[in-house]
């Protein structure tokens, strides 16, 4: 059984430091990453959150990378938000509609690289690098901004001919890798999140609360293991399910090293259907 944040002592404290944190960063002012040149695109940092609406301390980390990744509260960084709904907490009085035992299998790969000694929620992971609580304000912009200062693969999202409503297609290419030395295998990922999710929770630590949720990841699967990334390129296609609002999906692609889950650079995409591009 994974080891879980909340005692019924741990929970309190817990969920009353995070509720204090929250508040004291809720309006500072947007974090800046270091200058680059005019015109440049953003840098791109992804930042995972283990959640679950079982989790009574969850509620303000959803808020915060909601926050983060839809205010843009670092400047000159896009923040691509996977928010990754674990499996462990649904025999405790409520099964969260958006988890799978996936994300909880990826946040024991991520507890196994970081040394930890097992799981708990709400936990935020910048590219792969840093983890925390996930409600801690600070922390976060601080990881974001540190992320965003490394060097990144450059990594695009090319509309595909053969797109439909259904099944969009992409070409992903890394054109290059940044200058990064990548140490051993690499994996890249695909993800399709939904924004605009809420919940009414009827049971368990939330319920009668409305949850909003940020960027939900849908589905997640790997492309391909390379061993050499650079000029990689690849067609593949999304299978969409017909429950997702389509006006709400993106595409997130990322790159990271096999053994230690660095992410070493991403791309993400809205799926609109009109007008796909990198």
Same mark, same amino acid.
């Given at each position: 059984?994974?080891?879980?944040?909340?005692?019924?002592?741990?929970?309190?404290?817990?969920?009353?430091?995070? /509720?204090?944190?929250?508040?004291?960063?809720?309006?500072?002012?947007?974090?800046?990453?270091?200058?680059?040149?005019?015109?440049?695109?953003?840098? %791109?940092?992804?930042?995972?959150?283990?959640?679950?609406?079982?989790?009574?301390?969850?509620?303000?980390?959803?808020?915060?990378?909601?926050?983060?990744?839809?205010?843009?509260?670092?400047?000159?960084?896009?923040?691509?938000?996977?928010?990754?709904?674990?499996?462990? =907490?649904?025999?405790?009085? =409520?099964?969260?509609?958006?988890?799978?035992?996936?994300?909880?299998?990826?946040?024991?790969?991520?507890?196994?690289?970081?040394?930890?000694?097992?799981?708990?929620?709400?936990?935020?992971?910048? +590219?792969?690098?840093?983890?925390?609580?996930?409600?801690?304000?600070?922390?976060?912009?601080?990881?974001?901004?540190?992320?965003?200062?490394?060097?990144? /693969?450059?990594?695009?999202?090319?509309?595909?001919?053969?797109?439909?409503?259904?099944?969009?297609?992409?070409?992903?290419?890394?054109?290059?890798?940044?200058?990064?030395?990548?140490?051993?295998?690499?994996?890249?990922?695909?993800?399709?999140?939904?924004?605009?999710?809420?919940?009414?929770?009827?049971?368990?630590?939330?319920?009668?609360?409305?949850?909003?949720?940020?960027? %939900?990841?849908?589905?997640?699967?790997?492309? +391909?293991?390379?061993?050499?990334?650079?000029?990689?390129?690849?067609?593949?296609?999304?299978?969409?399910?017909?429950? =997702?609002?389509?006006?709400?999906?993106?595409?997130?692609?990322?790159?990271?090293?096999?053994?230690?889950?660095?992410?070493?650079?991403?791309?993400?995409?809205?799926?609109?259907?009109?007008?796909?591009?990198?």
């Amino acid at each position: 059984m994974p080891k879980l944040l909340q005692s019924p002592l741990f929970a309190a404290a817990t969920v009353g430091v995070a /509720a204090l944190l929250v508040l004291l960063n809720f309006g500072r002012t947007n974090s800046v990453a270091a200058p680059r040149a005019p015109g440049s695109a953003p840098r %791109v940092v992804v930042v995972e959150l283990f959640t679950s609406e079982g989790c009574s301390s969850c509620p303000p980390a959803d808020a915060l990378l909601k926050e983060l990744s839809e205010q843009r509260k670092v400047k000159g960084v896009q923040i691509v938000a996977l928010e990754e709904h674990v499996d462990y =907490w649904n025999h405790l009085g =409520w099964k969260d509609p958006y988890s799978a035992a996936e994300f909880s299998q990826r946040q024991n790969d991520y507890a196994q690289v970081f040394g930890s000694d097992g799981v708990y929620t709400p936990q935020m992971v910048v +590219d792969g690098k840093s983890e925390f609580v996930g409600s801690r304000s600070l922390a976060a912009r601080e990881a974001i901004e540190r992320a965003a200062n490394q060097p990144k /693969a450059e990594i695009a999202l090319v509309a595909g001919v053969n797109s439909s409503s259904d099944k969009p297609a992409f070409e992903v290419q890394v054109k290059s890798l940044g200058g990064i030395s990548v140490r051993g295998e690499s994996e890249l990922w695909i993800a399709v999140t939904e924004k605009g999710l809420q919940t009414d929770v009827k049971a368990g630590e939330n319920s009668g609360e409305t949850l909003k949720h940020a960027a %939900v990841v849908r589905s997640l699967r790997k492309i +391909d293991t390379l061993r050499d990334p650079s000029g990689y390129q690849h067609q593949i296609q999304l299978a969409l399910d017909p429950g =997702w609002k389509k006006d709400n999906l993106a595409a997130v692609v990322f790159l990271a090293e096999k053994n230690s889950h660095k992410i070493l650079g991403a791309a993400s995409t809205a799926l609109d259907f009109t007008n796909i591009s990198h």
